[in-house]
């Protein structure tokens, strides 16, 4: 490329970070857990709901933020279909559904609205939703993160003292792209990572034949190349499937499926990194 | 909710856009399809590649824009590492691959460096890409857009000529809610929608047995809901996925394969549009 364009993309390239931020643990919570992917699509919201179930049921007190604000899916996943109170005419009380202390922007609109907005608006979003929820008292926040590497990503770990990140990926080498993307971010912006998950990792046939629908292995040699813990395999499972549809997530309704057991031990080795 | 509460949330539900633009095509093509999924990680990149291959062989000259920011996949799907030139130092000649012109911001960038960006430098990027790039003499121009409904979807539809936009989803219920918000924020922007595809419809084991694993019918539904018109279903497919992976695209390597035939016949379909 020659000079001009050559300008042009280092100006792009530069980091848009400052180097310093006050961070604060979000108000009403002790430690805060976000799950992210680069790539959307990975099942990422079905692993946080389940997670959040998963972290309860060792005694913490949890509760879940949608932190995405294009498509929220925490109402449908948690057939959650009540708006917020407000009692001081300030803060939002979050909704509880099976134990969980929930906030999403579905709560604020109709589920088929498209929030149609450029990044500041997002980011004037996220900020709400960190400053003006009333968490009452809880272990752990888990948030569930849009992907990409935009506004709220920035947001989140500019101001709020994020204690790790769970990184969820399909194991397909379009998609560890992605997350290679992610790692760098993170590792950038400073904000920990507690570990990579390899989600619909193999599907199983009822003949017990399984099929590497996306590949196999993927993502636990990222996890290797890039010095990070690797939590655990999921499998594509029609009932995990079936239940986020339904609204009713797998963990809270059959504790003791195959798949909710994954969740218990990928729990265990995220509750490792909060001694 | 109260008062106070509900002058924040009407502030923020208000439509952003202004509500006239001048809108033209991009420089140096005649149509512009976009390829769009509110919802992430539904097959989207894989479609388009193949899509705009299949639309070559019609006798049409076709280019794809990779608009995805955050997670390009066009490099690694069509095996391009090199840089693009530029000989009066304005411009961006596009890169030619299996007789595609192709532009991404994964050709400016190590394909592994997340672009940390808020909202403004996206913006600025996808104006780079609609007002910089000489594309030549194209019948179609093929937009891989990321997910959301935010800046890079309003910068098209308010400052570019899109003819028409193919809305991919995989057919759970939480991803039909994303298609839902898609063709609401398409049809408040003026933007023509062709027809919405059914991707990784199913999944066929060795033994020839179907696997809803998603769910079944679901995009066909809401298709017939709200009066668009269905191209048709993409089962989950291994040799897709590793064509994908391998950086050649199936109906490049493959054009008498099965599922190659399957996006001949929704080609076909969207052709219709373009009389």
């Given amino acids: 490329m020659d000079k001009k364009t050559a300008e042009l ?10 180097k310093r931020f006050i961070k604060n643990s979000i108000n009403g919570t002790r430690h805060t857990i976000a799950i ?30 949608d932190a995405d604000i294009y498509g929220p899916s925490l109402p449908k996943m948690m057939s959650i279909n009540m708006k917020p109170e407000s009692k001081d005419g300030e803060s939002l009380r979050p909704i509880e559904q099976y134990g969980i202390q929930c906030m999403s922007i579905g709560f604020l609109v109709d589920e088929e609205t498209p929030m149609i907005w450029r990044g500041p608006m997002v980011t004037s979003a996220i900020k709400t939703f960190t400053e003006k929820v009333s968490w009452n008292n809880l272990d752990f926040i888990v948030v569930d993160m849009p992907p990409g590497t935009g506004d709220t990503q920035l947001t989140f770990a500019q101001q709020i003292k994020v204690d790790g990140v769970i990184i969820i990926s399909t194991p397909q080498e379009v998609a560890l792209l992605d997350v290679k993307r992610g790692i760098k971010m993170f590792d950038k912006l400073k904000v920990p990572i507690i570990g990579l998950v390899d989600n619909m990792s193999f599907f199983e ?15 636990e040699k990222v996890a290797k190349v890039y010095n990070k813990k690797f939590l655990g395999k999921i499998p594509l499972n029609i009932d995990l499937r079936t239940a986020a ?9 059959n504790p003791d499926h195959k798949i909710s057991k994954i969740f218990s031990e990928i729990t265990k080795k995220v509750k490792e990194s909060f001694p």
Same sequence: chains 1, 2.
């Fill in 205 to 219: 046939s009822d003949e017990g034949k399984k099929y590497n629908i996306f590949g196999e292995g993927g993502v």
């Fill in 36 to 65: 992210s992917s680069a790539k959307g699509g990975v099942g990422k919201s079905t692993f946080a709901m389940n997670f959040a179930l998963a972290l309860k049921s060792t005694g913490s007190k949890v509760g879940i933020l």
């Fill in 245 to 253: 549809d339904n609204g009713k997530p797998l963990f809270a309704i």
């Fill in 9 to 18: 993309s280092d100006a792009f390239k530069q980091n848009t970070a400052p």
